[in-house]
């Protein structure tokens, strides 16, 4: 049983970590995550989705095809799109996306606004990744009212 409260005290960890702002994409399967959690501001999802840029973002085809840690500024050469260019237009600019899982993947994408994100600070994010990933195993089996709890803690964290 995936337990909200778990799930809750995984993310607050994750936020505690810094100032960054991120998105969580939880076991996707077909291009979709079972569970989303973004603190990402409102504006540049909003225009990201509106934009289909998750077709064409760099930072997503190396989580695709890769497991562990990249930094975006090393999928510059590979962004034909601009989307990192774009994204630093809404104060996304310095970036790290961790990629973990083998039969279901899960991707973390986390962004500052004014300075690299540590090695550090990315690995201890890895960790918590690796637990909410743990934590989440079987959500492809609940139902859609069985998972609207674990949704609404997207609300609460895009308010961060």
């Excluded at 337990?3 to 505690?16: F, G, I, M, N």
């Excluded at 999928?75 to 973990?100: C, R, T």
């Excluded at 039969?103 to 962004?111: E, I, N, P, Q």
Aim: net charge negative; aromatic share 10%.
């Amino acid at each position: 049983m995936i337990k909200v409260d778990t799930l809750r005290q995984l993310l607050q960890r994750l936020s505690d970590i810094s100032d960054w702002k991120f998105a969580l994409g939880l076991h996707i399967r077909f291009a979709n995550p079972m569970l989303l959690y973004q603190t990402y501001p409102q504006a540049w999802i909003d225009y990201y989705n509106d934009e289909g840029l998750v077709f064409v973002d760099p930072t997503v085809r190396w989580a695709v095809a890769n497991i562990g840690i990249c930094d975006w500024s090393s999928l510059a050469d590979q962004d034909q799109s601009n989307v990192l260019g774009q994204a630093a237009e809404y104060g996304l600019n310095y970036g790290k996306v961790v990629s973990i899982g083998r039969t279901s993947r899960t991707f973390g994408f986390f962004t500052h606004s004014s300075h690299e994100i540590e090695r550090s600070a990315i690995e201890e994010a890895q960790a918590i990744l690796e637990e909410l990933h743990e934590a989440t195993q079987g959500v492809e089996l609940l139902s859609e009212d069985e998972l609207a709890p674990l949704r609404e803690l997207n609300l609460s964290s895009a308010q961060r």
